[in-house]
Structure formats: C-alpha cells, structure tokens
C-alpha cells in the first residue's frame, strides 16, 4: 500500500478526504472510552420502573465521538418470570451503511439460576462501551440502585479516554477466563509473559471487581490466581494486565508527549472558546433613545455567535444611532447589515440596520418614511466574530 498522509489543501479537487480519513488522526491520540471531565460522565441510574437514566457525558469510539447534551433514558426489557439475568447498558457504534451512528443500547443477557453478564458486541462493524451492568430479578417491574454495576472505570468494559500522555509508559492486555466446573477457586490469567513483580492485576467476576489479597491471591510459579470465594460454572472471569513498556519502546518519547500535550491544550482552548456563554447583557441607549420595558435591548455571546436583542423607541431621523456594542462582540471588518422593522400595530415596515465595526447600531432608513418618536423599531439579529 502506497505511503498515506494528509491534511492538505486541494487544488482543482486533488485532495478529497472522508470520514475515516478525520477520524484516523486521533488514532494514536486518544483510546476507546469516556471523557471523565465532561458533565456527569454518562452514568446511569435508576428512573421509573424499568427505565434508566444516562446521563450526560461524551466518549470516543473507534476514533468516533458521541455526546449526550442531556440525560437520555433507556428500558430494560421485560423481566423473565422465574430466572434472574444480567442485561448491558452500551453505546454502541455501528459503522453498518444503513446505520452509521453511536446510540444508547441494552445487550439481554440469558435467564438462568446463575447469571452471567453477557458479553459486549465487538465486530468488524459493531462495537460497545458497556456503562454499567443491570441485575434484573426474575418478575422484576422496577430497576433501583442495588440492582446498577458501574462499569465506566473497568477498562475491558468501558474505561475512560486516554491520552498519549498518559500511556507510553503502560500497555494494557486482557482476557477472560469462564469457570467450567462446581466450586472453581483457580483460574489463569491468561496473559503472555505475566510478571506478578512488575505487571499491574486487576480482577472481575461478573463486572464486579475484586479486592486483591482479600478476595483473591497470585499464583507467580503458575501465573494464576486463586479465589477466597469459590465459583459457579459459567462464571465469568475477567483479567486486566498493565505491563510496563520496554526504553526502545519508547524512543523520543519527550517529543511524542510534548507534541501531543501542545494538542490536547489547543484542543481544550477551542472546546472552551466554542462552549464560552456570556450570558445577557443589558445594553445603554445613545441620547434620545428609549429601550422597551417589556423587552430591553440585551446582548449575548455563545461562542462565536453574537445575539443581539430587543425594542426601542426614539428615533425620528435616519442614520440614528441607537446604542454601542462593546469590544469582543464587535462585528469583524466591514460591519454587519441586516433588516429590522419599526412602526406600530397598524403600519409595520421593513428597516435597514447596521452594526459598524467600531460597534454603533445604526438605524439608515425605513424607505421614504421617518418613524414617529414613539414607533418602536426591532433590533435583534445575530452575527460571527473573528
């Protein structure tokens, strides 16, 4: 396959990208996961009856963003009579041509006197960031807080988006173990090359995670551990290995995480340049100029959007000025045009408005009429700054 690369300019249409094309950047940047500082992180939690909420938060999947703004609700589906299960609350992406989306989704687990989790979807196409675990009792008609795993920080699960500046120094492996016979108390790890003295463990039976020491003990000599509880079959049992990365793995890390620490600050000065709310602001007249009790003249910035709203009265010649926008809300050079409306109930016109540069609202001309003093003329439009 020939060298790929990208951005570039095109010229004459040389240089065509798509959706993988974007996406594939942030493939050595950033993991699968949850953003952990964005609104409450996409937990979940008890609603009514059989509904839960999701609340709002962000992830990456695959290199694919998703963001909830708000709490979104799902259903977990009808309780089985008599067997208890286990169901998956999951984002999932689905790169399918008729699907092409993240949604909200519930995996079904199987009925059984022994439930075990069931497994997130992972395909060529499909694959879920399982939220939390949801223990459905047999005839249940409501889900509560007993009944919720989080799964957010179990990284075989879920886990939450991280940065290269944060992993060149680990590199995690897993794997799963399923308990086939009565009373299992040991299971393998699982994973090449284990080092109990150097290498992280963590350990999950049906998504809970297990104290180590207390609930379970390393085997070094068999790379295995050994359970202070014993298992049924079908247990699941789940292994998350950190192992530390070898130096000429690492070669010219401190540019590497430089580099990527300049992204990530860049990337966070544009969310909070996008996400700036100013809230409104109450403007002043110029002289003469009389602001709407009901609706005073009022300005606002989100982002790089400027919203200017409001009535007033007083203007009785054109190229009057009505108020001043001040500096960071200023239109960019060349000012900014739009069409108002003035008069009263019986004989509304069309106005010509302007926003100059240096911020003065002017009212040019409503045709061959003046308005009177007390005809109110409307001053909301919205404009892009620099």
Request: aromatic share 8%.
């Amino acid at each position: 396959m020939a060298l790929e690369s990208g951005f570039f300019n095109s010229v004459g249409g040389d240089r065509l990208y798509n959706a993988d094309d974007m996406s594939r950047y942030f493939e050595h940047i950033l993991s699968n996961g949850i953003f952990k500082r964005i609104n409450r992180c996409l937990q979940v939690s008890p609603a009514d009856g059989m509904e839960l909420n999701v609340a709002a938060g962000a992830g990456l999947i695959n290199c694919r963003w998703f963001r909830a703004a708000t709490a979104e609700k799902v259903t977990i589906p009808t309780a089985h009579a008599v067997l208890p299960r286990f169901d998956l609350v999951v984002a999932r992406l689905d790169m399918s041509d008729s699907v092409r989306s993240i949604t909200l989704q519930v995996v079904t687990g199987a009925p059984s006197e022994n439930p075990v989790a069931p497994n997130p979807v992972r395909t060529a196409t499909v694959h879920d960031l399982a939220l939390a675990s949801v223990y459905v009792e047999a005839g249940a008609s409501y889900i509560d807080d007993a009944n919720l795993t989080d799964l957010r920080d179990n990284s075989y699960y879920c886990g939450y988006v991280q940065s290269l500046v944060d992993t060149p120094i680990l590199k995690t492996y897993h794997s799963r173990y399923t308990a086939s016979a009565v009373d299992t108390t040991v299971a393998p790890i699982g994973v090449v090359g284990f080092n109990a003295g150097a290498d992280l463990l963590n350990v999950y039976v049906n998504g809970f995670r297990l104290a180590p020491g207390a609930e379970y003990a390393i085997n070094e000599t068999t790379a295995s551990i050994t359970l202070a509880e014993p298992v049924d079959p079908g247990t699941v049992i789940d292994f998350e290995v950190h192992k530390p990365v070898m130096a000429e793995e690492i070669d010219q890390v401190d540019t590497l995480l430089t580099d990527m620490a300049q992204t990530i600050t860049d990337l966070s000065a544009r969310v909070t340049e996008l996400e700036t709310d100013t809230g409104w602001m109450q403007l002043t007249g110029a002289d003469g100029i009389r602001f709407s009790a009901m609706w005073v003249p009022k300005l606002r910035r989100v982002g790089k959007t400027v919203h200017l709203r409001g009535l007033c009265t007083g203007v009785t010649a054109n190229q009057t000025q009505i108020c001043t926008i001040p500096e960071g809300f200023r239109p960019p050079a060349g000012g900014h045009a739009y069409v108002g409306y003035c008069g009263n109930a019986d004989d509304v016109r069309a106005a010509r408005m302007f926003v100059e540069e240096t911020g003065e609202v002017i009212f040019r001309s409503a045709g061959a009429v003046i308005p009177a003093d007390s005809d109110p003329i409307l001053i909301t439009t919205s404009w892009l700054i620099d």
